[in-house]
T-cell receptor, first 114, second 116 residues
């Protein structure tokens, strides 16, 4: 069963606009990670937020984590056509061996129109 | 530094055939894993390993075998391919420590497998 669920499934915006993607999960986690996948390629790690963190920034990316609601959001500011990709959240809920069993959601397909 | 290398990139099998998907990493990562990606289902963990000689099952292990004889290599074997195993397979690796690794996964570019 999927631990993380992304919302929306697809998002289409214009260049320069902000893009927000949400992820909900079911169980307690050690950390939550966001990955990006360009068409026909492997996933690339974007950002990791630990369960005791509430917000994290990396360049144009901002990730928030609300453990009480079991949800996270990824904000991409000032989007570019090159940001067009699928974005996945992944949760690490391993109890003893953290990092052994990342569970991925189904992803959000982001299209940024020039 | 090549990262995670998967071969082959594409493969077509007939039902019942066997094959091995290769995965190698040159980052000295302890943790390696195999995922399959299907439309509408995200990535699902097949098998993983936290070091040479150690493997464990993931969410969907049936029909697949793995071994980890070296730190660098983690091959995935399909003993008798079935159409349900048509998918894109990704190998991923990371650093790992017991009780709190928090290391990101590094992915290969995938093997696209079709079983007819």
């Amino acid at each position: 069963s999927q631990q993380g669920e992304e919302d929306p499934q697809a998002l289409s915006i214009q260049e320069g606009e902000n893009a927000t993607m949400n992820c909900s999960y079911k169980t307690s986690i050690n950390n939550l990670q966001w990955y990006r996948q360009n068409s026909g390629r492997g996933l690339v790690h974007l950002i990791l937020i630990r369960s005791n963190e509430r917000e994290k920034h990396s360049g144009r990316l901002r990730v928030t984590l609300d453990t009480s609601k079991k949800s996270s959001s990824l904000l991409i500011t000032a989007s570019r056509a090159a940001d067009t990709a699928s974005y996945f959240c992944a949760t690490d809920a391993s109890e003893e061996t953290s990092g052994s069993r990342l569970t991925f959601g189904e992803g959000t397909q982001l299209t940024v129109n020039p | 530094n090549a990262g995670v290398t998967q071969t082959p990139k594409f493969q077509v099998l007939k039902t019942g055939q066997s094959m091995t998907l290769q995965c190698a990493q040159d980052m000295n990562h302890e943790y390696m894993s195999w995922y399959r990606q299907d439309p509408g289902m995200g990535l699902r963990l097949i098998h993983y390993s936290v070091g040479a000689g150690i493997t464990d099952q993931g969410e969907v292990p049936n029909g697949y075998n793995v071994s980890r004889s070296t730190t660098e290599d983690f091959p995935l074997r399909l003993l008798s391919a079935a159409p349900s195993q048509t998918s894109v397979y990704f190998c991923a690796s990371s650093y790992w420590q017991r009780f709190g690794s928090n290391s990101p996964l590094h992915f290969g570019n995938g093997t696209r497998l079709t079983v007819t």
